[in-house]
């Protein structure tokens, strides 16, 4: 049942257009959270809206991974206790806080800031790949590896299956191998829990190829 | 799988709290959209918070009926071609648009702005039942009476079917009825296309006390 577009009121159908224009939020949803809004003490109203100017326009990100950060360098990357020489490079932000919850890593993160889309008109050169080469270089300098005993270095390419994904991966792995840098990638398979007959075919493969050693 | 309340940035969280206030929006889908509002220009987003500050801020209502309105009066209540002896009580602005998208009623409105509530702390003053009753006055004033040839006067009480909705409605009717105004409510049944089996006893049982004569 599709709502016709009849407001009857300027301002209040300029704040459905905008809040529409959010993913996920449809004209419906969009008119039912702007009549809430209109229902709430003014107050509350300029709070919401100055704490989404003040994120869009204060925002820093972490000189060194490009986390979104309160200071110039964030606190993943100010912490001595991490591994330093291991670095997760994902695909955004939000990917970051999903392997900071695992609670299971305890490298430092490179945040890429999109991925490798000819489709999307998205180049090599519009996300944050020169600034990992950078990092890795300065990682595998004769100095780096004096200082640390030229303990080993890994880079964890944790991006996305699909092809963009496998893209930029494979694009990375070329630019950054010659440096004798060990790279890896995340492991796939089915999920813990999941049931074999609901498996896609090319994860359930991949699963079977990949397999490990039990240790009940 | 709940995420972990761990933001990388007070700014963020802060957006994230805002956000997650509206109905419906948790803290998962509130995060998905302050990142997303994050890669939009910084104008796309000032466009937006400006939208949102700008309804809450200059929003009026209509004189008349209490409608959201550009205007003292509402398009609605200065449209002379409407009848406007027939007065529609609705909880809300979204109901008049629900309404007004049938096309098919051609009287005026009377906003309320609530129901009565004993649980949620709303009384009948609380609601703008005072003006409805002033309105009906008018409607029924000698002069009123005089000048429309003493045409029938309606208050059709367009409201939910729930307690709530039918104490408010038998409240209105307790206060109006005296003026000697006809008083209508919405008629109740099986929707269009409903089918028995599913239809709640209630709403079944009234359908058939309040059956119609059928006109082919």
Known sequence: MAYKENYPSKLLSEAVDAISSLPGVGRRSALRLALHLLKQPQENVHHFTSAISHLRDDVRYCRECMMIS????????????RDHRTICVVESVRDVMSIENTGQYRG??????????????VGPSDIRIRELVSRVADLMSPEALFESDAREAEVILALSGDVEGETTSFYIYRQIASYGVKVSSLARGLGFGDDLEYADELTLGRSIVNRQIFKP
Chains 1, 2 share one sequence.
């Open 70 to 81: 309160d200071e110039d360098i964030c606190a993943i990357c100010s912490d001595r206790t």
């Open 108 to 121: 430092v993160y490179h945040v890429l800031g999109g991925i490798i889309s000819p489709i999307n008109g």
